[in-house]
């Protein structure tokens, strides 16, 4: 490689990493249906693991903290799907329905 | 432009695309694929990034377990479910305006800030390959981190079990 | 030409790139031909029958006339289905499975295949898409036997891919890496095939990567008896072919994941490391057929206690013992 930078400017990752978590952000305040808005949320988590990924080359000293970091984050994804889903499905079978606005009942 | 820039650019449209095919489409089932796809660009940046290790645990754990589990978890509650045609009341209107809002700050943040170019020519791995790299760190710097995440996902997995069991009394 | 992914991505090397990916595509679609072929020969002679002998000499173009039909057969897309999935689905079934290739070695120098650090993972994580392809399949054809078989098959190559990543972690902890090569390597360098060492693994690997092809004792997906025929059973012409080659790619993957991992490889006395290579796939993929030819159906209620109450403790075990031999021997 010609220039000794790296090759792709840090600062379009981050803006990618920025505009996907708005669009999951989004997703999260106005999505009906209880799936959609776990989903939404794996999105904005990803945004981040993004940013996380991307830092780890940019330090003073480039390490690896950045993607131990990210690997953590998608352990704790993975465990945080699997506890809404349980608890989703908790909910379908006591309402026979799976959205946001059934939610909000204090007791049936 | 160079080759990594270039696959830089169509990682990030692919990305984005999927990201709002998943805004827009109404069937459930199909979000839950688009959201896959946005899965599996982020791990093609991670692999551009030079995180292999990364990479394949994305792919590993988002597109192949938590994409097949939303996936049984549709198909398990009301699989034809369709959201409403999207309007413009209220609620909608204002997480617009606010996430608009948010992307905005955030973006001009990044222009704003002066990032530090970072030198290709040094090392991440310390010499070692990625996965070895990794788990150096893992079992050394962060080994009490990582036991403390093995025993969360010992409780998510129990947690998850005892929750979507279904339970005598409620028959 | 050994390390082409860590050279810079310039178009030269793209095209390199994009070269070796055609060459592994014909070869396998070469295989899967003459799989078939033989597949269908060797249940002939097992069953006392001669299988296909009309189309060619001893009926050698018979897999080629089929796909030559299914070629040009109509195109159908049932009228209730979910049109875009069920246009995706077989692609989705079909890239992972030609995708996972790229980390097998074929020879002792990577010439078309890349030399990647995560070598077994990447195949584990590739191999897991494929799931999403059949199961929206299944979905996708509005229709109960789909639905049913797809879901079967999603459950079922899940819940085997544990025990199968598994019963791959000892194999990586006697080599002490995750590079396909480097495993092949250190086989040749400890003299003695993985096969020996990690019999426990080995058997655990053998049932799991059998459960993960949907092939018998195991392929409860496309039961034909009670399931019509699995996850694709609306799929006609082209797209039927897909998941057919799906299956064949796969079964050709996991021989040489098989042989890489267990049998050592490319690595052989005498002969040039291709043909042991060839040898030890052959062998495998023979063995899947005489499976075939032998064995009954399993019942889907033993299917998943079997994979999470036999095959799990089992290959937990042979990982502790590694673990234990690796340490103090």
Redo the contacts between chains.
């Keep these: ?1 010609a220039n000794s930078g790296f090759p792709i400017p840090i600062g379009s990752v981050l803006a990618l990493a920025a505009i996907l978590f708005c669009i999951g952000l989004f997703g999260v305040l106005t999505k009906r249906n209880l799936i959609m808005v776990l989903v939404s949320m794996e999105l904005m988590l990803n945004a981040a693991n993004i940013n996380l990924v991307a830092f780890s080359r940019i330090q003073s000293k480039p390490n690896l903290s950045g993607q131990v970091f990210s690997l953590f984050t998608i352990t704790i994804a993975a465990a945080e799907i699997a506890v809404g889903l349980a608890l989703l499905l908790a909910f379908f079978r006591l309402r026979q329905s799976s959205e946001v606005k059934d939610l909000d009942s204090h007791r049936w | 432009m ?3 820039l ?2 830089f650019y169509v990682i990030a449209l692919c990305v984005l695309s999927c990201a709002v095919l998943l805004l827009s489409a109404r ?1 459930v ?2 979000m839950a ?1 688009s959201v ?1 796809g946005v899965f ?1 660009g982020c791990a093609a940046l991670y692999l551009l990034l030079d995180a ?2 990364v990479g ?2 994305q ?2 754990i988002y ?3 938590i ?2 589990l939303i ?2 978890a549709i ?1 398990l509650t009301n ?1 034809e479910a369709q959201e409403p045609p999207f309007r413009w009341n209220v609620r909608n209107v204002l997480s617009a305006l606010g996430c608009l809002l948010l992307c905005a700050v955030i973006l001009l943040s990044i222009r704003r800030t002066a990032w530090p170019v970072p030198d290709a020519s040094v090392d991440i791995n310390g010499g070692n ?4 790299a990794i788990g150096m760190a893992l079992f050394k710097q962060y080994a009490i981190p990582f036991e403390l995440v093995s025993l969360l996902l010992i409780v998510a997995l129990v947690g998850a079990v005892l929750l979507a069991r279904s339970r005598k009394e409620d028959e | 030409m050994g390390n082409w992914q860590t050279q ?4 030269p ?2 095209l390199a790139m994009v070269l070796g990916a055609v060459i592994v595509l014909v070869l396998a679609l070469g295989v899967v031909t003459y799989t078939i072929y033989v597949q269908r020969k060797l249940l002939g002679w097992m069953q006392l029958r001669i299988g296909p002998n009309r189309v060619g000499p001893l009926g050698l173009f018979q897999t080629i006339a089929d796909i030559i039909k299914l070629l040009i057969k109509e195109d159908v897309v049932p009228a209730s289905a ?1 049109r ?2 069920f246009l ?1 689905a077989p692609v989705l079934a079909f890239v992972p499975s030609f995708l996972v290739l790229a980390v097998v070695p074929f020879s002792a120098h990577h010439v078309f295949t890349a030399n ?3 070598g077994v ?2 195949y ?3 191999s ?2 494929t ?2 392809g059949v ?2 399949a299944g ?1 996708a054809s509005n229709n109960k036997y789909a ?1 049913i078989g797809g ?1 079967r098959s ?1 459950a079922q190559m ?1 819940s085997y891919e544990i025990p199968l990543g598994l019963s791959l972690v000892g194999v990586v902890l006697m080599a002490g ?3 396909l090569n480097d495993i092949v390597l250190a086989q040749q360098h400890s003299g003695w095939w993985n096969v020996i060492p990690q019999i426990l693994g080995f058997l655990v690997f053998l049932v799991a990567s059998t459960a993960e092809l949907n092939r018998t004792p195991f392929d409860l997906p496309e039961a034909e008896s009670e399931l019509v025929a699995g996850y694709h059973v609306e799929y006609s012409g082209f797209r039927f072919a897909f998941f057919m080659l799906t299956e064949y790619v796969y079964l050709f993957a996991m021989a040489g994941l098989c042989a890489t991992l267990f049998l050592g490889g490319w690595s052989g006395p005498w002969l040039p490391g291709w043909l042991w290579f060839a040898i030890k796939v052959v062998l495998f993929i023979f063995f899947q057929f005489w499976l075939q030819a032998t064995l009954p159906r399993m019942r889907v209620d033993q299917l998943m206690t079997f994979s999470w109450k036999v095959l799990l403790p089992v290959s937990l075990v042979n990982l502790v013992l590694t673990g234990f031999i690796k340490a103090f021997w």
């Design positions: 490689m | 160079s080759g990594p270039i696959a069937r089932i199909h694929l896959g599996i292999e290790f394949v645990a792919i590993l597109a192949g377990a994409t097949i996936l049984f198909m699989h390959s990625n996965p070895v | 810079p991505l310039t178009l090397s793209v979910d875009p999935l995706l990647l650090s995560i993972l990447f584990l994580a590739v897991a898409i799931i999403h199961m929206l979905w639905l879901m999603a899940l890496s995750l590079n």
